[in-house]
């Protein structure tokens, strides 16, 4: 009976975390070929960020820099893919990464009259966000001119992943604090090339509901059909406050969107309300299973222009 009540919530842990980071493990787009397999250590990550150059100019307003969550890139594989009509036609980013023309970071800075430079793509992780760091120094990007710089990544980071885990089940922490660490090194280096930007992070918007429940589909219009999945709100809640924390300790201030965004999950009964779609959903527009809607996109661009 001892072993049975433990493999009990294990296995439920499991199906809840695999509903939720599923959910963002789609292929990268063009991948740069110095990344690594293996997170990097602080020290690896650091010297990653680039030396700023000897008069730094420019810059854009806004820098962002995520994963599939902020770069809502249409993506061909069928396995994360969620067509009801045509693909929508991408735009490219300047790390060459297909993003979707109404993601959030485009309608921040539209509403801000800011120029922007989003280098945000599906399946970021830290060593990416490191190369796109670099790479918008080298295009003059990010510059003095540079107000904020928006960093939104943690859901594929397999540390990240991990601590995720071990605190909805609440064990004893055994992993070093990576996330922070690589947190830290952005916060002070980027004075070095845009002293005059602000650097934030941010949450993820919600996938399940309250009391558990994950809606995989929704085959009419405002009926969602919900799937209990035992422990998916304490991983969500896990997530994202380890991200809120490891962003107190850097001394970076957060934008909580998933707090904003709580009760438009994928099980919210109507339509235009679902700011996050489930993996079969045709009466909604998005780009890829359990991400964004196109309706949720334009609702977070408003929580995030909102706090800037």
Partial sequence: MKKATLISPIFCCALAMSAFFTAQAEPNDPAPQDTQQQPPSPGEFQNQL???PPEPEDGKDLITIGDSFTANGPTPNPLVHNYNTPPRQPDIGPNGCKQDKENWPRLVAQE????????????????????????AVDNKDLGPNTKKVIISFGGLQKTEQLKTAIGTLNLPTLNPDLYTAYLK????WLP???PNAELLTTTYQPLSAPGDYIC???????KPIPLHVPLSNKAEETLNNNIKTSSQKAGIRTID?????????????????????GWWAP?????MIYHPTITGT??????????L
């Fill in 50 to 52: 680039p030396s700023p």
């Fill in 298 to 307: 334009h609702a977070v661009s408003k929580i995030v222009a909102d706090q």
């Fill in 283 to 287: 009466t909604t527009t998005q780009n």
């Fill in 192 to 194: 070095t090339i845009a």
């Fill in 112 to 135: 801000k009259q800011w120029s922007f430079a989003d280098y945000s793509c599906n399946g970021t992780e830290a060593a990416q966000v490191a190369f796109y760091l670099k790479k």
């Fill in 216 to 222: 995989p589909a929704t085959p009419e219009a405002n």
């Fill in 185 to 188: 090194s952005i916060k002070n």
């Fill in 257 to 277: 969107i998933h707090n904003a965004a709580k009760g438009h999950d994928t099980c919210n009964p109507d339509d235009n309300e679902r700011w996050t779609a």
